[in-house]
């Protein structure tokens, strides 16, 4: 490039140059600046730099002065705080949904958003761990589906599959095509999960995001729009266990008071709670009855109690039966 053409890109390099190596720690000399310009080709000059720091100013980069010794520049405000991408990081480590090699793909991309001294904070956070991982390299695809398909008002067909011992794919109903009409996705025990409205049964399903394969967006109007404006969102998700399916009713827990913190991070806030004279409290929840929620009320062992309605109480009887007979057998 001619030397007139690398001087048009001055101011750029200058501000590539103070996001990249400038923080509150390091600011960046003039002398600095242009070392780094010299390295671009661009030849420079200390009153030149002046200037165009004052024009970056301008243009709204928020470029703090250090004076005297020692003294520079630096980028003061960034569109990420350092603690801001730590958390980015994390929510990507912690997410089973993606897979480990598009996880280290994120958070590359992630750091790349902080300054070089900034990045190297970030490094001590970016080990991902063994633990399991999904294997559906395509659900990044199947997502952006999904939401087109939302925005756009539009059914989508889809494959199904679940995962047997031997770790292959077993297509449901020998490989047919699911058509639904998707409403909304949700984040539940580290899992994306897809509400959508089967015409067929009249009722929304729930299916697992990374077990969908081949989404298609049909073009077709969506059905079941009365009954997703019927769904109070913020009970469904805290209400849903996993992928069943099911209408949302009240049950009561009786609950040991060491408790109270498990069940508000689980049903939220709004939870209805009373307390009972022998150190116990109720809690009023709405939640879809499934093998899961007995599980989980199952989990706190003596310390917590379905006492109603009765015949929720007498299913979870019954499922803490059969497991027993299970180990008697």
């Known amino acids: 490039m001619a030397k007139r053409g690398k001087q048009k890109l001055k101011l750029l390099r200058i501000r590539d140059a103070l996001l990249e190596y400038s923080d509150e720690t390091h600011p960046m000399t003039v002398a600095d600046i242009i070392g780094y310009l010299e390295t671009c080709g661009i030849e420079a000059e200390r009153k030149s730099i002046y200037e165009d720091i004052e024009e970056l100013k301008y243009y709204g980069m928020d470029i703090i002065t250090v004076k005297g010794k020692g003294g520079g520049y630096y980028v003061g405000s960034r569109d990420f705080e350092t603690a801001e991408l730590k958390l980015l990081v994390d929510a990507v480590q912690s997410s089973k949904f993606i897979t480990t090699a598009k996880s280290r793909q994120l958070i590359d991309s992630i750091s790349s958003l902080a300054g070089v001294h900034d990045r190297a904070k970030l490094k001590r956070q970016i080990y991902i761990s063994d633990r399991i991982k999904s294997m559906n390299k395509s659900i990044y695809y199947t997502v952006d589906s999904i939401h087109t398909a939302i925005n756009e008002n539009s059914k989508i067909r889809f494959g199904y599959y679940h995962l047997n011992s031997k770790k292959e794919k077993i297509r449901h109903h020998d490989g047919k095509i699911y058509e639904a009409s998707p409403w909304l996705l949700t984040w539940n025990d580290e899992y994306y999960y897809l509400a959508a409205y089967d015409s067929k049964s009249g009722i ?103 006492t109603a309605p009765e015949r929720v109480a007498n299913e979870m009887k019954n499922n803490l039966s059969d497991i027993l007979k299970l180990y008697e057998s």
């Open 204 to 306: 929304m399903k729930h299916y697992r995001v990374d077990k969908m394969e081949r989404v298609t967006v049909t073009g077709e109007r969506r059905d079941g729009e009365e009954v997703f404006k019927k769904m109070d969102l913020d009970l469904y998700s805290t209400g849903m266990f996993g992928m069943f399916t099911g209408e949302l009713e009240n049950v009561t827990l009786e609950c040991d008071e060491s408790l109270a913190g498990a069940v508000l991070d689980r049903f939220g806030m709004d939870t209805f709670t009373s307390q009972r004279e022998n150190g116990k409290f109720i809690a009023s929840v709405k939640v879809a009855v499934s093998p899961l929620f007995f599980g989980w009320v199952a989990g706190f062992g003596t310390k917590m109690k379905i």
